[in-house]
């Protein structure tokens, strides 16, 4: 079926339509299956008269990306190291956690709605809530049944912060008590001229969902206010730091690793702060650390052991870049399991993802893909020489995780594994075909593969499978499939977020078409009119993501690593291409993130 959209059509309609073709996601790779069978042979898979044969040739020779040598030297991890371990610190760490949850036990017997509020908010965000769900569940409960609610407050700030942390703990609360801040016309009131106020309303916009319309005025109205405010707050550095960081991304959007790491260094500067708070979240933030560090060295050792350095040296060597993922979607340091195996899958979804995109033949990548859906070692032998070794270590990898996961909790996951690779490399295929044919898709047919070749869905299903441990049954594999509209818009938003920070560097080398270069031609608009509204896509992507997360069929594990993977592709590609080219930022916050502790005086 081709849609057609004007050059009118709203991100919400656009999407709108788009969710109507999606399917549950273990019903994805037969689809995909079906019509990568019955597409081979063809150049070309679609033959819709909106879509656009692209200028460049096809390549008549393997193309290289020419990616940067890795600048995480083996000698250069295995030399991390720190001093902040659990055992040496255990007395002073329980201690601080003692004090903080104290202090949130008082501040719930508070009738104090913006104190108690500005604790949780700064617990949440210094990245140690983990330590306190109990304490914060209990405050935030006595806080929505005390006098000091949501329906009686007219202080702007305390009515957007609350509203905030009860979305963010999945408390359902209405937008509509926003209203009381708004004219008899509908618009929000000039007098609302409150710094803070409008900085906190400006981060409870952005937990809106599609239909909220309120908070997409408050979203225009606190931006511009906040802006226009700049001026007058030169004096307070602390203040002027949140409102432009607000403006650039909100909170909701930030990775929590790094959000911990920002947040020190603001919570430093409130003289309002919690002394023992402020101790806590340094110390943890060091501890957790000496946990990554365990966990990337032995990472190493398992990349230099699978060498793709040497049989695959077309494609990216970016361990730890590629840990920086598995840090965002799961970081509390009991998901050791979780992160090294999330780190393994990227690591080879990249190789292989780098076979598809530049170094492959068409005849090549054919053969690949049809050993992916036989999976096992035999179908190895119709390979050429140097895709071997790839092939090897993806079964390898998917069969020992599904041996594990069977030994400990008696459940054959393998079919899951299987099937998310099946459907991308499928999914790979797809775009093989788009440029060996020198086609470009239209947005839509693009996004209706691209959702699944970022990999954010074989991501989800590979993390949920790793966090569970002894929790896992046959109920709870039922109940991810709960989460696939979820997983799909945590997806939609990963590749959106790619194609923005790595489009021009593929583009200058003749990729495939992504979604910026698919609008550009489809509707004849400039490079900076798309970018728009990709950005658009976005925003609405983020509301489907905050009205599936609001849903209680869904896990809360779930929740959470979808809304982390959409959060860390924020961060990865939020000045460019961090991952391909990685000298730059991606370099400093590795470098924070995994071998520089904070000074502790």
């Known amino acids: 079926m081709n849609l057609v959209f004007s050059s009118s059509s709203s991100p919400s309609v656009l999407l709108t339509k788009l969710t109507r073709t999606s399917h549950p996601r273990m019903l994805v790779p037969a689809l995909l299956v079906q019509t990568y069978q019955t597409r081979r042979g063809q150049a070309i898979v679609s033959n819709s008269s909106s879509s656009k044969v692209i200028d460049h040739p096809p390549a008549a020779q393997r193309r290289l990306a020419q990616y940067h040598p890795t600048i995480w030297g083996p000698d250069l991890i295995d030399s991390f190291t720190t001093h902040y371990t659990y055992e040496s610190h255990a007395t002073r760490w329980e201690g601080l956690k003692q004090n903080v949850a104290k202090a949130l036990v008082a501040s719930s017997t508070k009738d104090d709605a913006c104190s108690i509020l500005k604790l949780i908010a700064s617990v949440q965000r210094l990245g140690v809530a983990y330590h306190f769900r109990k304490e914060v569940h209990a405050a935030l409960v006595s806080l929505i049944s005390s006098t000091s609610t949501l329906s009686t407050t007219n202080d702007l700030h305390t009515a957007a912060l609350q509203f905030q942390i009860l979305r963010e703990n999945g408390i359902s609360v209405s937008s509509d008590l926003f209203n009381k801040f708004r004219s008899g016309e509908g618009s929000f009131k000039d007098s609302l001229s409150d710094v803070e106020g409008l900085l906190s309303l400006n981060e409870a916009s952005h937990l809106g969902m599609p239909g909220e319309d309120v908070l997409e005025e408050a979203k225009i109205f ?45 919570y430093q500067g409130d003289d309002s702060k919690n002394l023992a708070l402020l101790e806590l979240a340094k110390l943890d933030y060091n501890l957790v650390q000496s946990v990554y560090q365990i966990e990337i060295k032995e990472l190493s050792r398992w990349w230099r052991e699978l060498d793709f350095k040497s049989k695959a040296s077309f494609s ?51 053969c690949f893909t049809d050993a992916v859906i ?140 992504k979604s910026i270069q698919c609008y550009m031609e489809e509707k004849g608009v400039s490079e900076e009119e798309a970018q728009d509204y990709i950005k658009g896509l976005i925003s609405h992507s983020w ?12 896990p809360k594990s779930i929740v959470n690593m979808c809304l982390n993977m959409a959060r860390t592709a924020h961060c990865i590609f939020e000045h460019g291409d961090g991952i391909g080219n990685s000298i730059g930022v991606t370099k400093d916050r590795l470098i924070s993130l995994i071998a520089n502790p904070i000074p502790l005086r």
């Open 374 to 513: 036989q999976w096992n070692m035999e179908a190895k032998e119709e390979l050429p020489e140097y895709m071997k070794p790839i092939y090897i270590a993806m079964p390898e990898f998917g069969n020992e995780l599904a041996d594990n996961i069977f030994t400990n909790n008696g459940l054959n996951t393998l079919h899951y594994i299987q099937n998310e690779w099946v459907n991308l490399c499928t999914a790979y295929m797809v775009e093989a075909r788009w440029f060996y044919g020198r086609f470009t898709p239209t947005l839509e047919e693009y996004l209706k593969n691209a959702w699944i070749s970022v990999g954010g869905p074989g991501a989800m299903l590979h993390a949920y499978l790793l966090t569970q441990g002894s929790q896992l049954t046959k109920a709870s594999l039922e109940s991810y499939n709960h989460g696939s509209q979820l997983i799909y818009w945590a997806s939609l938003m990963t590749r959106l977020s790619d194609d923005l920070g790595t489009s021009k560097a593929e583009g200058e080398r003749g990729d495939v078409a």
């Open 543 to 554: 509301k489907k993501m905050n009205q599936e997360s609001a849903k209680p069929s869904i």
């Open 316 to 366: 990216r060597d970016r361990l730890m870049e590629n840990y920086l993922w598995s840090m965002g979607i799961c970081h509390e340091p009991q998901f050791s399991e979780c992160r090294i195996g999330l780190t393994k899958f990227v690591c080879i979804l990249t190789v292989i993802d780098d076979m598809y995109d530049v170094y492959g033949f068409l005849d090549e990548l054919e």
């Open 222 to 266: 606190s931006s511009k206010n906040l802006k226009q405010s700049m001026s007058t707050i030169l004096n307070d550095d602390n203040l002027l730091k949140q409102v432009e960081q607000s403006l650039q991304t909100p909170v909701h959007w930030r990775m929590p690793r790094i959000e911990a790491l920002n947040f020190i260094d603001i």
